[in-house]
């Protein structure tokens, strides 16, 4: 917990030089999982939740962390998005919320290209690496900004002197 939170508090730090710097943290839950390999896809049950930072201004996201769902193991991860697009979608009716979607595109290792997908409710992913495609949808939730977060996370330490 004390990593995870010096980690976004760094990734805030370091993309962050102007002042006012408003990132927030977004939380991705997996309820679809799968890959596409020599002509079929598999699909299997979600298997990460992860934690990304959004940088608007910088135009980045920052993945943070993934947590295994099943052993709820947390790994430590430090991937960039760079903001492509930022588009609203959906015409408002029951199902079909108008909402605002990033795409973002970023690399893993050195043949791997991701794509990602963060709507308000939703997020899609997608990774090309080898002679496959993994593929995630699931849920989103936003917390407060990391600036309202560290001014929180300063009063209680203020509080427990």
């Known amino acids: 917990m004390k990593l995870r939170r010096l980690l976004e508090a760094a990734v805030v730090i370091v ?3 102007a002042p006012k710097c408003p ?8 309820t ?7 002509g079929k896809y598999e699909s299997s049950p979600p298997e ?5 930072v959004l940088l608007e201004k910088e135009k980045t996201i920052v993945r943070t962390e993934l947590v295994r769902i099943k052993t709820g193991a947390v790994i430590a ?3 960039e998005y760079k903001i492509l697009t930022q588009e609203f979608i959906g015409d408002g009716s029951p199902g079909h919320p108008k909402q ?9 290792g050195t043949t791997a290209v991701e ?3 963060i709507g308000e409710t939703f997020f899609n992913y997608c990774k090309s690496s080898f002679a496959a495609f993994f593929t995630a949808h699931g849920t989103i939730k936003r917390s407060i ?10 009063k209680e330490r203020k509080q427990h002197k």
């Open 145 to 154: 900004s990391s600036e309202e977060n560290i001014k929180k996370l300063l």
């Open 100 to 108: 605002r979607v990033l795409t973002a595109v970023g690399t893993s």
């Open 77 to 79: 991860d430090g991937n």
């Open 48 to 52: 990460y939740i992860s934690r990304f």
């Open 23 to 30: 990132a927030q943290i977004l939380i991705a839950t997996e």
């Open 32 to 38: 679809e999982n799968g890959v596409y390999s020599d």
């Open 15 to 17: 993309f962050c030089t």
């Open 115 to 117: 794509m990602l997908q």
